[in-house]
């Protein structure tokens, strides 16, 4: 699978909180100890695996369903 030049940039520039919200919407648990930088690559392989679809990555962190709606 491959990911697109914009959603590698979006994931570029999305904060902690947002990817934190991405990571958490997709049933994952995000702790603070955990660097972003980790964060943002763990987004980007799930997205490059089809595990986050990448659409999710350019919505609004608060627009995203909480885990327990998916």
Do not use: C, W
């Not at 991405?22 to 595990?51: A, I, K, P, W």
Request: net charge negative; proline share 1%; charged share 30%.
């Amino acid at each position: 699978m491959s990911i697109s030049e914009e959603a590698k940039t979006a994931i570029r520039y999305l904060s902690r909180a947002q990817i934190q919200a991405t990571m958490e919407s997709n049933g994952y648990q995000v702790y603070e100890h955990e660097s972003t930088t980790d964060l943002r690559q763990n987004v980007f392989d799930d997205v490059l695996n089809g595990v986050i679809d990448a659409s999710e990555v350019f919505v609004d962190s608060r627009a995203l369903p909480e885990s327990r709606d998916r």
